[in-house]
T-cell receptor
Framework: DARVTQTPRHKVTEMGQEVTMRCQPILGHNTVFWYRQTMMQGLELLAYFRNRAPLDDSGMPKDRFSAEMPDATLATLKIQPSEPRDSAVYFC?????????????FGPGTRLLVL | GENVEQHPSTLSVQEGDSAVIKCTYSDSASNYFPWYKQELGKRPQLIIDIRSNVGEKKDQRIAVTLNKTAKHFSLHITETQPEDSAVYFCAASTGGRGSTLGRLYFGRGTQLTVWP
């Protein structure tokens, strides 16, 4: 049963430090999404890629967040410098767009705490 | 862009009763409507979805209905069980035609609690 994987699963860091989160989409999926989940804002889309090309990163604070797909098996989300307000669960999701398969499959998430 | 509203934010039912969660959307171009279930500390998982060319879809105890004219869709869970307790999210997609996958716009979620 193929699944999206994310590392690390938990991260505690101090304000000002760089944080890098990684995601391995399901093999063959050509679209990758990054979401942030907080109690206050719910599930927010930060950025997404299709065939490794960024399509929309308007949900991301540009001054400190960056998202990339170095290759088809790896997506990264970086925060530099991190701030306490970045504390959240970050989910990666992947999918493939066909008439019968529009599902997005979520990874287990990275729980980030910035002190 | 699309705006999805979800109600209620919390819902408590007795085991065996039915639960209904409702969502509205703003963009008439939306054509795909999934529902996700998220248990505490876990990832959101798809439980059922519906496309704009279908009015209703059922899968055992869960069903989704779609009213395109009114731009609303609902999740129905019958014979609820304690293990149905979770947060449920509705979503809508305006993109995605054929070979592409569109972004999802999520509702704020409904915390469903089923009491034994």
């Amino acid at each position: 049963d193929a699944r999206v994987t994310q590392t690390p699963r938990h991260k505690v860091t101090e304000m000002g430090q760089e944080v890098t989160m990684r995601c391995q989409p399901i093999l063959g999926h050509n679209t990758v999404f990054w979401y942030r989940q907080t109690m206050m804002q719910g599930l927010e889309l930060l950025a997404y890629f299709r065939n490794r090309a960024p399509l929309d990163d308007s949900g991301m604070p540009k001054d400190r967040f960056s998202a990339e797909m170095p290759d088809a098996t790896l997506a990264t989300l970086k925060i530099q410098p991190s701030e306490p307000r970045d504390s959240a669960v970050y989910f990666c999701a992947s999918g493939i767009g066909t008439v019968s398969q529009e599902t997005q499959y979520f990874g287990p998430g990275t729980r980030l705490l910035v002190l | 862009g699309e705006n999805v509203e979800q109600h209620p934010s919390t819902l408590s039912v007795q085991e065996g009763d039915s639960a209904v969660i409702k969502c509205t959307y703003s963009d008439s171009a939306s054509n795909y409507f999934p529902w996700y279930k998220q248990e505490l500390g876990k990832r959101p998982q798809l439980i059922i979805d519906i496309r704009s060319n279908v009015g209703e879809k059922k899968d055992q105890r869960i069903a989704v209905t779609l009213n395109k004219t009114a731009k609303h869709f609902s999740l129905h869970i019958t014979e609820t069980q304690p293990e149905d307790s979770a947060v449920y999210f509705c979503a809508a997609s305006t993109g995605g035609r054929g070979s592409t996958l569109g972004r999802l716009y999520f509702g704020r979620g409904t915390q469903l609690t089923v009491w034994p």
